[in-house]
């Protein structure tokens, strides 16, 4: 049916060659969905898999050096299971994990992973890499939907069945009695596997490698490529958590990818629906669209105000660190660390983030709270930056998408100029000129020069000078303001009366043919700004600087008089 306010049109593109996932696998949705009212109040086990699941996607794979900065990294944020490689994969996957034991790299509080395929062969050469570790994680993994079964292993349930339990006996002989190795498993392809297959094979483990809580096993229960949306995901998950046996001796682990897109909200849904522990990479490197991103989800944490249990106050450090690792970029607008991800140039934008910047300032002096412990709520920012390292510099970029907040706040911040608030407006509209005539941003001394041009210096330099001045006080409420006033072409003696020294000075301009109204005079520090009508046409402002107040005021009604004039 067509709707008369949506005229789209049916595309060319083949979509009928696409199945929705429910064709695909079936979904059992536990009794009563808990998931959606779930909250996540404290953060999961994080684990990085960036030195192995992130490593095989790059095109320059990390050599030795290049892995130990990014596993000190990983160490110094506070990581404490940490995926290090994949041992018989390469040499340079076996050279790391034996480089971590020999060099004593590896803290007494940090687990390392090691990933191996369900293979005799592979899984010695995997045992071998760990040898001397005091501890160890070694990840079983092998594909298990259909598809996979059919296409890529060709064997069936039971044959692959057969493999895994075979695989993992072999392990437990491997790993003996020592009380530092423990296992995991992961039917890679989860979401797209049978439910009952998945129990099978995980019960099944769980009780061949005898689990129990105080030496659980980890299923790791991946959406190695997203099919559907989250929450489907998240009925997955919670069948799982829920049907799993020994379920207080295994930890519920999840791997989400980004294919669709929603990898983050994927492992967030998972986590409500009972997922205790969440595999993914830094900034979201990974095959295809890459893997979750454990920055966004950390620091989706720490917007909530639930501690992320890592440490990501200096988002930058981090950034290039792992830019260098990877060898790959972060984009621009990445969430949280992306260079211009606190940036604004809107003008609306920058308007009500400034008015939250002075609103915060407010509320933390009045409550006696330093600015950076205040509770935070500004507009546009859903963190402090400061929080993440970041300083406010760039918060507020001006370009011609800019209004009138943005200028006055940088003049503000990085020259102490504090512009009225209805003289913004007439700033802005200069700003915006040349913005539109360069195509460019205008940095902060860009800024600066262009408010001293064109009102600093119609105070000093414009049409009309004032060459002398002086004012007394008269009486109580009357001053005489004596000047001498040079235009292009000619120079003349004036004075005026009034009951103030500005008063008295409109009144000199009048008797020199410059007929003022002064609408209002303000400022702090040096400058000073006034807002003037002129010979009666529309109101414009002028300002000076001058350790005098009073010299600045008459400065500011001057450049008023010398910007009327060029209207």
């Avoid at 072999?170 to 423990?182: E, T, V, Y």
Wanted: some cysteine; charged content about 25%.
């Amino acid at each position: 049916m067509t709707l008369l306010w949506n005229p789209q049109q049916p595309s060319p593109m083949p979509y009928h060659r696409y199945r929705p996932f429910q064709e695909r696998v079936r979904v059992p949705v536990a009794d009563g969905r808990d998931w959606p009212a779930a909250r996540i109040e404290r953060a999961p086990l994080w684990v990085p898999v960036d030195l192995r699941d992130g490593n095989q996607a790059l095109a320059e794979p990390m050599d030795t050096p290049r892995k130990r900065r990014f596993f000190d990294l990983l160490v110094r944020l506070g990581f404490k299971e940490i995926e290090v490689g994949y041992p018989s994969a390469s040499r340079t996957d076996f050279d790391f994990v034996r480089h971590l034991v020999t060099s004593g790299a590896v803290p007494g509080d940090v687990t390392p992973v090691v990933f191996t395929p369900a293979r005799r062969d592979l899984i010695d050469r995997t045992f071998e890499a760990v040898e001397g570790m005091e501890r160890a994680v070694v990840h079983l993994y092998i594909a298990t939907s259909p598809v996979w079964r059919e296409v890529v292993l060709r064997r069936g349930r039971a044959e692959v069945w057969r493999t895994v339990r075979e695989a993992a006996a072999h392990m437990a002989r491997r790993a003996g009695d020592a009380p530092g190795i423990r296992f995991q498993f992961s039917p890679e392809t989860y979401n797209l596997t049978e439910p009952d297959f998945v129990l099978e094979l995980c019960d099944g483990l769980s009780e061949l490698w005898d689990a129990s809580p105080d030496r659980p096993v980890t299923h790791n229960l991946p959406a190695t490529v997203e099919i559907a949306t989250p929450n489907v995901y998240a009925d997955q998950i919670e069948y799982a958590h829920r049907h799993l046996a020994r379920r207080d001796s295994v930890i519920l682990s999840v791997h989400p990818h980004n294919d669709r897109g929603t990898g983050v909200a994927c492992a967030e849904l998972a986590v409500l629906a009972g997922a205790q522990r969440v595999e993914g990479c830094l900034f979201g490197n990974g095959e295809r669209t890459g893997n979750v991103d454990l920055v966004t989800l950390a620091l989706n944490l720490f917007a909530q105000g639930v501690d992320p249990m890592v440490d990501l106050g200096d988002i930058d450090a981090v950034r290039e660190t792992v830019e260098e690792c990877n060898r790959l970029p972060v984009h621009p607008r990445h969430p949280y660390a992306g260079e211009l991800v606190h940036t604004a140039f809107s003008g609306t934008h920058q308007d009500a983030i400034g008015k939250g910047f002075e609103e915060h300032a407010r509320r933390a002096a009045e409550s006696g709270v330093p600015e950076a412990r205040a509770p935070w709520s500004v507009p546009y920012l859903p963190v402090d930056p400061a929080d993440l390292g970041r300083t406010y510099e760039a918060v507020i970029r001006v370009n011609s998408q800019s209004g009138k907040g943005g200028s006055a706040y940088l003049m503000r911040t990085h020259h102490d100029v504090d512009l009225p608030e209805r003289m913004r407006p007439e700033f802005a509209r200069l700003v915006q000129e040349v913005t539109d005539a360069s195509g460019r941003e205008a940095v902060p001394k860009e800024l600066y020069d262009l408010f001293r041009t064109a009102y600093l210096s119609e105070g000093t330099g414009g049409e009309v000078r004032l060459d002398s001045w002086s004012v007394h006080e008269e009486a109580p409420g009357r001053h005489r303001f004596v000047c001498t006033l040079r235009t292009a072409d000619r120079s003349g003696d004036h004075e005026g009366t009034g009951s103030g020294p500005l008063t008295a000075f409109a009144d000199a301009l009048a008797g020199a043919g410059h007929a003022t109204e002064i609408l209002e005079v303000t400022g702090s520090g040096p400058y000073r700004f006034a807002e003037c009508r002129v010979n009666g046409a529309a109101a414009v402002w002028g300002a000076a600087e001058d350790p005098s107040p009073l010299a600045a005021s008459v400065g500011a009604v001057l450049s008023a008089v010398n910007r009327a004039a060029l209207r």
